[in-house]
């Protein structure tokens, strides 16, 4: 059964620092998005990509994030300046949205500790 | 933007019991997945549910769309469905993202 991709599955860091997270949706998926879960809390919306642009974001995706799909396979989440409060799991989900498919594949997350 | 909310929030069964699992949201949706959280964080998709009855072994699933409701049932539980499982939907308005409930966890003693 195709996959979601993540790397790294995890990643500790000095607050301050930036880091890329990357993930490979599956191949013929046209819609990626980046979730992520706090310790003990509920998974919460970051960002949702399509046609290479931002389709939507979400209050906690400011400034010091930003997307991209460098080439045809990887989709990454940079974060500029890592914050104490940046500590969680991120999970990278992609779709292909068409009548029949419409779910949405998660991958297995990447733990960040930002220290 | 659309509301999940889950219940109970915590659920603790011997093995070998049923469990019936409540998710409401409080709008019209074209998409409703139901995931557990294993204990190493990973999301695994049980279903892709946003009307009607689906059954894979142990689970099934029922969303009533009319009424903004779904519900999960695990029969026969066993230690390893142990975790937090979330419901997941997509609002028919717009938004084209899932939007997670608070999650019920749920331990199953041996």
């Known amino acids: 059964e195709p996959e979601v991709t993540q790397t790294p599955s995890h990643q500790v860091t000095q607050m301050g620092q930036e880091v890329i997270l990357r993930c490979v949706p599956i191949?013929?998926?046209?819609?990626f998005y980046w979730y992520r879960q706090i310790l003990g809390q509920k998974v919460e919306f970051l960002v949702s990509?399509?046609?290479?642009?931002?389709?939507?974001k979400s209050e906690i995706f400011d400034d010091q994030f930003s997307v991209e799909r460098p080439d045809g396979s990887n989709f990454t989440l940079k974060i500029r300046s890592t914050k104490l409060e940046d500590s969680a799991m991120y999970f990278c989900a992609s779709r292909a949205k068409r009548v029949g498919a419409n779910v949405l594949t998660f991958g297995a997350g990447s733990r960040l500790t930002v220290l | 933007g659309i509301q999940v909310e889950q219940s109970p929030p915590d659920l603790i069964l011997q093995e070998g019991a049923n469990s019936t699992l409540r998710c409401n949201f409080s709008d019209s949706v074209n998409n409703l997945q139901w995931f557990h959280q294993n204990p190493w964080g990973q999301l695994i998709n049980l279903f892709y549910?946003?009307?009607g009855t689906k059954q894979n072994g142990r689970l099934s699933a029922t969303t009533v769309a009319t009424e903004r409701y779904s519900l999960l049932y695990i029969s026969s539980s066993q230690t390893t469905d142990s975790g937090v499982y979330f419901c997941?939907?997509?609002?028919?308005?717009?938004?084209?993202?899932?939007?997670f409930g608070t999650g019920t966890r749920l331990t199953i003693i041996p």
């Open positions: 549910i946003p009307s």
């Open positions: 990509f399509y046609n290479n642009e931002i389709s939507e």
């Open positions: 191949s013929n998926h046209l819609y």
């Open positions: 997941a939907v997509e609002s028919n308005f717009g938004n084209e993202k899932l939007t």
